[in-house]
T-cell receptor, first 114, second 114 residues
Framework: KQEVTQIPAALSVPEGENLVLNCSFTDSAIYNLQWFRQDPGKGLTSLLLIQSSQREQTSGRLNASLDKSSGRSTLYIAASQPGDSATYLCAVSRGGGATNKLIFGTGTLLAVQP | GAGVSQSPSNKVTEKGKDVELRCDPISGHTALYWYRQSLGQGLEFLIYFQGNSAPDKSGLPSDRFSAERTGGSVSTLTIQRTQQEDSAVYLC????????????FGPGTRLLVL
């Protein structure tokens, strides 16, 4: 059974710092991995999607890497801003069949202090 | 274009009542997912629809839960004889192709069973 873990559970940093969020998964047979952010009381916003054949994806100040063989992904946020404060979730999909359901980690609650 | 929409945004009901939650996916998206986000369980998959294929119901927690998708577009999640443990945020997502595309999430329906 696929299990997804995120470390740390919570993180508080001063504005301007670079930071790394970690995600690990137990079954390396994934199809893709997505990073989401969730603001309080809101739905999920997709940040980056990495296919299993890819090593990394970048969008603006965000960079996500994937090491499928070791079951790890990191989300790097450069020059953090107070607006980055949210819960960050990673999710993996198995694909290769009829369902591409996502298995989610428990999230990292990020607070960027001005 | 419009994103995924869900209604109602909030629902308070009494234990034992039935509730219906609605999801309007992004136009043209053939895949539709329901997830549940609760304090104790995190974010978990419930059910998946893809085109005219039989839905994947493997995540439904009990036979009190059912869902349908009419005309390949709008979906309704029904919970019969609600219990307090059904209290959660119910999230709907859609994507254009199974396993290949980002899943786009709606804002969710917050269900409280008293």
């Amino acid at each position: 059974k696929q299990e997804v873990t995120q470390i740390p559970a919570a993180l508080s940093v001063p504005e301007g710092e670079n930071l790394v969020l970690n995600c690990s998964f137990t079954d390396s047979a994934i199809y893709n991995l997505q990073w989401f952010r969730q603001d309080p009381g809101k739905g999920l916003t997709s940040l980056l999607l990495i296919q299993s054949s890819q090593r990394e994806q970048t969008s603006g100040r965000l960079n996500a890497s994937l090491d499928k063989s070791s079951g790890r992904s990191t989300l790097y946020i450069a020059a953090s801003q107070p607006g980055d404060s949210a819960t960050y979730l990673c999710a993996v999909s198995r694909g290769g069949g009829a369902t591409n359901k996502l298995i989610f980690g428990t999230g990292t609650l990020l607070a960027v202090q001005p | 274009g419009a994103g995924v929409s869900q209604s109602p945004s909030n629902k308070v009901t009494e234990k034992g009542k039935d509730v219906e939650l609605r999801c309007d996916p992004i136009s043209g998206h053939t895949a539709l997912y329901w997830y549940r986000q609760s304090l104790g369980q995190g974010l978990e998959f419930l059910i998946y629809f893809q085109g005219n294929s039989a839905p994947d119901k493997s995540g439904l927690p009990s036979d009190r839960f059912s869902a349908e998708r009419t005309g390949g577009s709008v979906s309704t999640l029904t919970i019969q004889r609600t219990q307090q443990e059904d209290s959660a945020v119910y999230l709907c997502a859609s994507s254009s192709l199974t396993g290949l595309e980002t899943q786009y999430f709606g804002p969710g329906t917050r269900l409280l069973v008293l």
